[in-house]
C-alpha cells in the first residue's frame, strides 16, 4: 500500500541523482517538504511542548511546571557530549567540531538514574506484604514502620491505573505502588479482584529465577559439579571429554552422582571446599531413583533444534530485555535468546546476573547466552544450568567485541584461543541436556577473516547451529555487514545450519539474506529500530505505521514494565531507564510515507524533519530531554534533578 506512494516521487523527477548522492553521504533520502533545519526542528518542538504543557492534557502537575527541562539534564560531560544527547560534533557552525573526537562507544561516566531520595522513607517489606506476621529485625530495622507518615511523604500517583492489579487481580506492593489510588480501599486497605487473583495461583508466567537456598550455597560454593569436574578431569589427561560408560566409571565417582543401594531413602552429600556440613549427613530424597547421573545422553539422543526458517531475535545486552522480548514476540518473532550473561557472576549467584536467564510463557523457543573466557567456569556453568532452567538452547558469546570481555579472553578473543574454544564447546556439550549453539563474528580484525576455519571445527565438536555476524571486531558496527562471506561460510558449515546476522531492517534485506542459503536470520539493531520488522518479513510488506500506533507500542512495553520491575517507585525509574535506553534506538526510524525511496538503510542517519504531525516529529528527535519527554507521557513526570545519557556514544551510520 505505502509502497507505490513513497516510491512515486522518486521516479517522477524526485531526483534519482539526489538519491543516489544521499546514498553516498550516508543520509536517508526523505521527501523534501518534510525537511528542515536543525533550529526551527526544536524550535517547533519546543513551540508546540508549552502549548501541551498550558493545555495540561494527560499528565503533569496542575500547574503546568512538571515538564519544564530541569538544569541537571544538561549537564556538560567530559567526553563532549551534554545529558540531552547532543555532542560536540553536531554543534553549531562557530563551535569548531572538527576539533573533537568523534563520539564512539560507551558513556561509561554516565549519571545513575536511581531516585536515591526515596530510600529515606522506605516502607517496610512485612508491612506491604500482608502474610508476613511481623518485621524480623524489630526495633533494629531501618525502614518505617508507620504507614501514616509514609504516605505523608509518598509522592503523588502516576496515574489512575494500576496495570498489576488489572491483570493479576491484586497489586503485591500495596500502599507503595505509584498507582495505589486504583487498588486502596477508604482505610487503606489493599483490594483484591477475586477472580483474577484466582487465577494467579496458577503456574508463573515467568519461569527460571533463582531460589534463595540454591543462593546461598553458589555463595558458600557448596554445590558440587561433577559431571563438569569429569568432563575437566579428561581435558588434564588430554582425552577429550564424552560419555563415560557406566562400567568405566572410577570408584567413587557413582557413589558421589547416584545413592548408594544399602541406602534408598537417603542420599549421601559429599562435602565441598570450605563446607561446614559434615559428609556423613543424609538427606531425604523422594521419587523415582534414575540412573540419569551416571548414563548420560548420547548427542542422537539430545532434543533436537529445527528453526530453519525462523526469524531470531538476537540477544541484546540493556535493551534485549524481558517487557522488550514480549513486544517482539506479539509482533512476529519465532525465537528469543536473553541477554548475555557473565557465566562467573551465575556461579556466584548474583540476583541481577540471573535476572538475564528470565523467560515469559510467551517465548515458546527461549535460549539463555553465556560469555566466559575459560572451560572450567562455562562447563560448571552449563551443568548448574541444566539443573536449574527451562530452555530450549544454550548459546556461547563468541561475537562481544567490547574491551572488557576481549581482554580477560572472553567474547572475540575465543576465535584466536581455538584450544580453549574446543575445550568450552566439548565440555559444554558434555554436561547440557539442550543443543548447543554459538554466535560469531568473521574475526577479529577487518581484513583476517577466521570463521569459514571455525566453522567445520565448531560442527565437528558437535555444536547444533551457528549464527555468523557479518562484520569482525574491529568493525564493531560500522560500515555494511559482509554477506558475501556468510554465502561463503553456509557451504564450510553445511550440513549444520548457519544463520546470518547484519543490517537487516526490512523484508527486502531478509529476502536477499535468505537467498545467500542460510538457514535463517537473525535480527538485531533492526528489531530496535522498528520491532515490528517481523511482521513486515512475514507479511511482505512496508508497514507505514502511525505515531498513535507506535505510541501504543511503548505504552505496552511500561505496563509489561511494570509487571516485570514492581509499580513502585524503584520499579517505574528501572522501566523508565529501559524505555529511555530503548528510545535512543528508535529515533533512528524514518516513517514510510516520508521516504523518497523505500526500504530505509540500517547505516542510512536521517536529515532534521517534520513528521506529519507533533508526535511524529517527537519520536524523530535524538536529544535525551525530548525522549524524557515521551516517557512522562506514559509513566508520568520524572523525579527532581533527574538525569539521562543513553549508555552509547556512537549510532554507528558511518
Known amino acids: 500500500m505505502a509502497e507505490g506512494t513513497a516510491e512515486a516521487p522518486l521516479e517522477n523527477g524526485g531526483g534519482g541523482d539526489s538519491g543516489a548522492e544521499a546514498l553516498e553521504r550516508g543520509v536517508a533520502p526523505i521527501k523534501r517538504q518534510y525537511l528542515t533545519t536543525k533550529e526551527q526542528f526544536h524550535q517547533f518542538l519546543e513551540a508546540k511542548g508549552q502549548e501541551k504543557t498550558c493545555r495540561e492534557t494527560e499528565v503533569g502537575d496542575p500547574a503546568g511546571n512538571e515538564l519544564a527541562e530541569p538544569e541537571a539534564k544538561r549537564i556538560r560531560l567530559e567526553d563532549g557530549q551534554t545529558a540531552d544527547g547532543q555532542t560536540e560534533e553536531a554543534a553549531e557552525p562557530g563551535e569548531q567540531p572538527q576539533t573533537q573526537k568523534r563520539a564512539r562507544g560507551q558513556n561509561k561516566g554516565r549519571p545513575h538514574v536511581k531516585p536515591t531520595h526515596y530510600d529515606k522513607n522506605r516502607l517496610c517489606p512485612s508491612l506491604i506484604q500482608e502474610s508476613a506476621a511481623k518485621c524480623f529485625f524489630g526495633d533494629r530495622c531501618r525502614f518505617l514502620h508507620d504507614v501514616g507518615r509514609y504516605l505523608a511523604t509518598k509522592p503523588a500517583d502516576l496515574g489512575p491505573r494500576c496495570v498489576l492489579f488489572e491483570t493479576l487481580g491484586r497489586c503485591p506492593y500495596g500502599v507503595t505502588c505509584r498507582f495505589a489510588g486504583a487498588h486502596l480501599g477508604p482505610e487503606g486497605q489493599n483490594l483484591v479482584q477475586e477472580e483474577l487473583a484466582a487465577r494467579g495461583t496458577q503456574p508463573p508466567s515467568i519461569r527460571n529465577g533463582l531460589d534463595k537456598a540454591l543462593q546461598q550455597q553458589l555463595r558458600k560454593r557448596e554445590v558440587r559439579f561433577e559431571r563438569a569436574e569429569q568432563a575437566l578431569r579428561r581435558f588434564s589427561q588430554g582425552q577429550p571429554p564424552g560419555p563415560t560408560p557406566a562400567a568405566a566409571v572410577p570408584e567413587g565417582t557413582a557413589a558421589e552422582g547416584a545413592p548408594r543401594q544399602e541406602n534408598c531413602g537417603a542420599q549421601q552429600v559429599p562435602a565441598g571446599p570450605g563446607t561446614s556440613t559434615p559428609p556423613s549427613s ?8 534414575t540412573d540419569e547421573d551416571v548414563v548420560r545422553l548420547r548427542p542422537c539422543e539430545k532434543k533436537r533444534l529445527d528453526i530453519r526458517g525462523k526469524l531470531y531475535l538476537a540477544p541484546l545486552t540493556t535493551c534485549g ?3 522488550f522480548r514480549r513486544i517482539c514476540k506479539r509482533f512476529g518473532a519465532d525465537v528469543t535468546c536473553g541477554e548475555m550473561a557473565v557465566c562467573t557472576n551465575l556461579l556466584q549467584g548474583q540476583m541481577s546476573e540471573w535476572a538475564l536467564l528470565k523467560r515469559h510463557q510467551c517465548e515458546d523457543i527461549f535460549g539463555v547466552q553465556l560469555e566466559g573466557a575459560f572451560p572450567d567456569t562455562m562447563t560448571k556453568c552449563a551443568e548448574l544450568l541444566s539443573r536449574t532452567v527451562e530452555v530450549d538452547f544454550v548459546d556461547i558469546n563468541v561475537g562481544c567485541p567490547i574491551d572488557l570481555v576481549y581482554k580477560k579472553g572472553g567474547g572475540c578473543a575465543l576465535m584466536n584461543r581455538s584450544t ?18 554459538v554466535k560469531i563474528r568473521t574475526g577479529v580484525q577487518e581484513r583476517v577473516n577466521l570463521a569459514h576455519r571455525l566453522l567445520p571445527e565448531l ?3 558437535g555444536v547444533a547451529l551457528v549464527t555468523l555476524h557479518g562484520r569482525s571486531r574491529e568493525q564493531r558496527y560500522t560500515k555494511l555487514a559482509d554477506w558475501q562471506y556468510i554465502e561463503e561460510c553456509v557451504q564450510a558449515a553445511s550440513p549444520m545450519p548457519l544463520f546470518g546476522n547484519g543490517d537487516i531492517l526490512s523484508f527486502e534485506d531478509a529476502n536477499r539474506a535468505m537467498q545467500t542459503g542460510v538457514a ?12 515490528w520488522l517481523f511482521t513486515e518479513i512475514k507479511e511482505q510488506r512496508h508497514w507505514d505505521i502511525s505515531s498513535s500506533e507506535r505510541l501504543d507500542i511503548l505504552r505496552g512495553f511500561t505496563n509489561y514494565g511494570l509487571e516485570h520491575w514492581g509499580s513502585d517507585t524503584q520499579g ?7 524505555l529511555l535506553e530503548w528510545l535512543s534506538f528508535l529515533c533512528r526510524y524514518v516513517p514510510v510515507g516520508l521516504l523518497e525511496r523505500l526500504p530505509q538503510r540500517i547505516n542510512e542517519r536521517p536529515p532534521y524533519y517534520l513528521g506529519r504531525d507533533y508526535l511524529e516529529t517527537l519520536m524523530a528527535s535524538q536529544r535525551a530531554a525530548d525522549w524524557i519527554r515521551i516517557s512522562e507521557m506514559l509513566l508520568g513526570p520524572v523525579p527532581p534533578n533527574f538525569a539521562f545519557l543513553p549508555k552509547h556514544k556512537a549510532n554507528a551510520y558511518k
Open 282 to 289: 543424609p538427606v531425604r530424597t523422594c521419587g523415582p531413583l
Open 321 to 323: 530485555n524481558l517487557p
Open 572 to 578: 517505574v525509574e528501572k522501566t523508565r531507564r529501559f
Open 459 to 461: 560442527r565437528d565438536w
Open 520 to 531: 535463517g536470520i537473525m535480527i538485531a539493531r533492526g528489531a530496535l529500530l522498528k520491532p
Open 420 to 437: 580453549k574454544f574446543q575445550q568450552i564447546v566439548r565440555g559444554m556439550n558434555q554436561v547440557l541436556d539442550v543443543p548447543l549453539t
